[in-house]
């Protein structure tokens, strides 16, 4: 009987659990059941399309109506949203636009819709499979003497389960609105969507993993992606460890004795860090500039005689990066470092002076490992933002100064800058994509290894 119960649960969704005294959860099933047909039915336009020719004929009857119906149904693009999602998701769409008023197909709009409609789908699949399964437990529970009824099982459902019911909206939101723009990236890496192919006048097409041959194939791809990736792992490192260095010794100087008036330096150091970091970029890009405020002061001290390219010359455009970088940066890890300084027992240091220790051997012993250790986590993390520091790059030296043996990159342009000029400048978007991919790997794994060597995660 159990399994009869499952049978009819997988034909109609719910019936199972009404044949097992649940009705109430039955009804609730059937409902999302009649849910996932209506999207289906309603979003199709099979039905309005045979009848419109048919009542063009005459007064509508259902002869006239079967008549346009086969037309209808051997379209594809007659059906409703899930068959046709996922008939745009594997196809790209078949019909161009050749002309202002044509019908036509938009790959991207079919690839997005099709993304939706699968995650639609394997929701309601799902929920289809509990379905089934709920049907068979229960009618289990009942020939071992155990009936639960549909009250009692909600109730139940809401005492064991409170935590995942509150979660789940918030889940559905993020399927949606944060893993649809995902898929869709990595999926434009394995088509042919560039400058030469934009729908709907040409269509896009699966590619494999052509896109990714070529950027491993093509000598100047490969040499640009080394290069940068190189530079992009200096940048974030660098651009980390100089500010946290730099945060570093601000919070010692201001933890010494002999420092007066310590809220007031602190106000003043954490200055940096209140203006928004955009306009500082804007204002830095300006006093470095041949002309700006920099070079005057230094040629007019005498201790130049020319301009210092800062943002025309690598080496000085790379300098540059990272010395705003620890202006913008420093406050962070000085409010942080003070603040775990004031942590550290204070035993620890009477315990050292009594041992005779002086104030390096204090510092290398006690202060440092256990400001590391408190904020490895933070360090780690920053590491990752600075590898996708965009804004640092684009706004202060907009990937410059240009560099001819890079494709379509310049000699400060970190991998997501360039992704951006792939995008936005050459519309090379499944170039882009796959690089993207390669951005995501790395900043995953670092990630992973930072949470799982967090305590938090250990003790779970």
């Known amino acids: 009987m159990k399994h009869v119960a499952a049978v009819y649960s997988a034909l109609i969704w719910g019936s199972g659990q009404y044949v097992n005294k649940q009705k109430l959860k039955g009804l609730i099933l059937f409902a999302m059941q009649m849910i996932f047909i209506a999207i289906e039915v309603l979003t199709s336009s099979v039905w309005r399309n045979a009848a419109r020719p048919a009542a063009e004929l005459g007064s509508f009857n259902l002869g006239t109506f079967f008549q346009f119906l086969p037309e209808q149904l051997a379209d594809i693009h007659n059906y409703g949203f899930f068959i046709r999602g996922v008939w745009g998701l594997v196809t790209l769409g078949t019909r161009p636009r050749v002309q202002a008023a044509a019908v036509y197909d938009h790959?991207?709009?079919?690839?997005?819709?099709?993304?939706?409609?699968?995650?639609?789908?394997?929701?309601?699949?799902?929920?289809?499979?509990?379905?089934?399964?709920?049907?068979?437990?229960?009618?289990?529970?009942?020939?071992?003497?155990?009936?639960?009824s549909s009250i009692q099982y909600f109730k139940n459902l809401w005492n064991n389960s409170f935590e995942y019911i509150m979660i789940s909206p918030g889940l559905i939101l993020v399927l949606f609105i944060s893993l649809v723009p995902i898929i869709f990236s990595i999926l434009v890496a394995f088509t042919n969507y560039n400058a030469n192919f934009i729908p709907p006048r040409r269509l896009v097409e699966w590619r494999g993993l052509e896109t990714f041959q070529r950027i491993i194939s093509i000598r100047i791809w490969g040499t640009?992606?080394?290069?940068?990736?190189?530079?992009?792992?200096?940048?974030?490192?660098?651009?980390?460890?100089?500010?946290?260095?730099?945060?570093l010794f601000q919070a010692l100087i201001l933890r010494a004795k002999v420092v007066r008036a310590r809220p007031f330096w602190r106000a003043i150091f954490i200055l940096p860090w209140a203006v928004p970091a955009l306009v500082s970029?804007?204002?830095?890009?300006?006093?470095?500039?041949?002309?700006?405020?920099?070079?005057?002061?230094?040629?007019?001290?005498?201790?130049?005689?020319?301009?210092?390219?800062?943002?025309?010359?690598?080496?000085?455009?790379?300098?540059?990066?990272?010395?705003?970088?620890?202006?913008?940066?420093?406050p962070y890890f000085m409010a942080l470092i003070s603040g775990v300084m004031t942590t550290i027992p204070q035993e620890q240091y009477e315990a050292a002076q009594i041992d005779g220790a002086?104030?390096?051997?204090?510092?290398?012993?006690?202060?440092?490992?256990?400001?590391?250790?408190?904020?490895?986590?933070?360090?780690?993390?920053?590491?990752?933002?600075?590898f996708n520091n965009f804004n640092m790059i684009y706004f202060l030296t907009g990937g410059g100064p240009p560099n001819p043996n890079l494709q379509m990159a310049g000699s400060t342009d970190i991998l997501i800058s360039w992704i951006f000029k792939l995008t936005l400048d050459q519309r090379m978007y499944n170039y882009a994509s796959a690089l993207s991919i390669f951005i995501f790997v790395i900043i995953a794994s670092i990630s992973a290894w930072n949470l799982l060597r967090t305590r938090a995660f250990k003790e779970n």
């Open 107 to 148: 790959s991207i709009m079919l690839m997005l819709g099709g993304i939706i409609a699968v995650i639609t789908l394997l929701l309601f699949g799902a929920l289809w499979i509990w379905n089934i399964v709920d049907a068979y437990k229960t009618r289990q529970k009942m020939e071992g003497g155990i009936e639960i």
């Open 224 to 247: 640009t992606l080394i290069q940068i990736f190189i530079w992009t792992v200096i940048w974030a490192f660098l651009a980390t460890f100089s500010a946290y260095a730099f945060g």
């Open 358 to 386: 002086n104030t390096f051997q204090v510092f290398k012993a006690i202060t440092m490992p256990f400001i590391l250790a408190s904020t490895a986590p933070q360090l780690m993390m920053s590491v990752t933002f600075n």
């Open 281 to 330: 970029m804007l204002i830095f890009r300006v006093l470095l500039s041949q002309e700006g405020a920099i070079n005057n002061m230094l040629m007019s001290w005498g201790l130049i005689s020319e301009a210092i390219p800062f943002l025309s010359n690598t080496f000085w455009a790379r300098l540059s990066l990272i010395l705003v970088n620890v202006w913008l940066g420093f």
